[in-house]
Every structure is written in C-alpha cells, then in structure tokens.
T-cell receptor, first 113, second 111 residues
Framework: AQSVTQPDIHITVSEGASLELRCNYSYGATPYLFWYVQSPGQGLQLLLKYFSGDTLVQGIKGFEAEFKRSQSSFNLRKPSVHWSDAAEYFCAVAFSGYSTLTFGKGTMLLVSP | KAGVTQTPRYLIKTRGQQVTLSCSPISGHRSVSWYQQTPGQGLQFLFEYFSETQRNKGNFPGRFSGRQFSNSRSEMNVSTLELGDSALYLC??????????FGQGTRLTVV
C-alpha cells in the first residue's frame, strides 16, 4: 500500500530564512504528488502538484518542490519564509489522477521573528 | 466561483446520537470526497462519491455512511456517535484529475 512519511513534526524557521520540508513516499510506481497547506481552523489549500515532466515544480505563494525518483522524495522549499507561512503542511500522494489522496502526518511550521 | 461549502462549521453532540454533515461542491464538480482529521491519526479517507455513486471507500466502520444527490451535494452521516469520532471532517470536490479543492471543514465534538 502506498504511504507518505513526513519525518519532521515541527520545524521552526526564522523569518527571511530558507525552508525545506521533507516528504518521502512508498509506492511501486511514480505517484501523483501534492503539497497542501492548512491554517488553523481552515481547510486544505493546494500549494503545488507533480504529475510528470519537469521534476522541479513551482507553486503558489513562492513555494517550489523537487521530485527525486531515486530517493522517493518530494521536498517542499521556499527561499525566504514570511510570518504568514506559519501553518501545517501536508504532503499527499495518489496512484492515479482520480484515486484517493493518502496524506502524510503533516509538518507544523513555526516562524520566529 | 464559490468554493466548497460545508455546513455546519461546528457541532457538539452526545455519545450515542447521530449526526449529518453537508457538503456543497464547486459548481460543475461531480466528485466529492470526505476525510476525517484527528491529531492522532491525521487525515484519513472516508469515502468518495461520483455522480451519486460511491466510487471509493476507506477503512471506517459501517456507522459512517454517505450519499450524493443529483446536484452533486453530498452528506455524510455518523450513527451511534463515540467520543473517538470527535474530529474535523473535510470535504473535497474535484473535476480535473487530482485537483481537489477542500472546504473549511466541520468540527464535530462528541461529549
């Protein structure tokens, strides 16, 4: 069965510093990959997705992610974090475009002044 | 275009009661999925409906059920509520492959 691992439960980053959130997946083939963000008390917002092609994917709010097949990873990055980026971030996979999403446990991002 | 709307936003129920949650998808979206989010288990898939038919089902007991109407609006029902059913229930709708849009969720508290 497919699974997603986000090894960091919490990460604290200083405002203006760079960010990398890790995501590893377990699946026989290349799945569809996603990053979502959730602010307190809110639903999930899609940041970016990877289906195929260029392994570096650009998303909204200045985020990007890189797919590395050899490492089964899809890490999320941002060059300069803003206080408004504080939220919980979820990596998710699906084995086809219309299959269900399997989520990681999430990484809570805290931004310090 | 209006987003995914879930009602109510908050609910408090007593153990043993039943509850019905509603989800109105984005106009034109025929697929609606439901997820349960808890601090311990994270986000878990409940079921998906497409054109009034259940297309996928997660590993939840039969107390959890759902349906979809001809206008794509969906409801989920939980019977004989247990304390462990306290969670944020999220609904997502989609038309494009894997482009799922989530509602703000219904926060269910069982006391």
């Amino acid at each position: 069965a497919q699974s997603v691992t986000q090894p960091d439960i919490h990460i604290t980053v200083s405002e203006g510093a760079s960010l990398e959130l890790r995501c590893n997946y377990s699946y026989g083939a290349t799945p569809y990959l996603f990053w979502y963000v959730q602010s307190p008390g809110q639903g999930l917002q899609l940041l970016l997705k990877y289906f195929s092609g260029d392994t570096l994917v650009q998303g909204i709010k200045g985020f990007e992610a890189e797919f590395k097949r050899s490492q089964s990873s899809f890490n999320l990055r941002k060059p300069s974090v803003h206080w408004s980026d504080a939220a919980e971030y979820f990596c998710a996979v699906a084995f086809s475009g219309y299959s269900t999403l399997t989520f990681g446990k999430g990484t809570m991002l805290l931004v310090s002044p | 275009k209006a987003g995914v709307t879930q009602t109510p936003r908050y609910l408090i129920k007593t153990r043993g009661q039943q509850v019905t949650l509603s989800c109105s998808p984005i106009s034109g979206h025929r697929s609606v999925s439901w997820y349960q989010q808890t601090p311990g288990q994270g986000l878990q898939f409940l079921f998906e409906y497409f054109s009034e038919t259940q297309r996928n089902k997660g590993n939840f007991p039969g107390r959890f059920s759902g349906r979809q109407f001809s206008n794509s609006r969906s409801e989920m029902n939980v019977s004989t509520l247990e304390l462990g059913d306290s969670a944020l229930y999220l609904c997502a709708s989609r038309s494009d492959p894997a482009q799922a849009f989530f509602g703000q969720g219904t926060r269910l508290t069982v006391v």
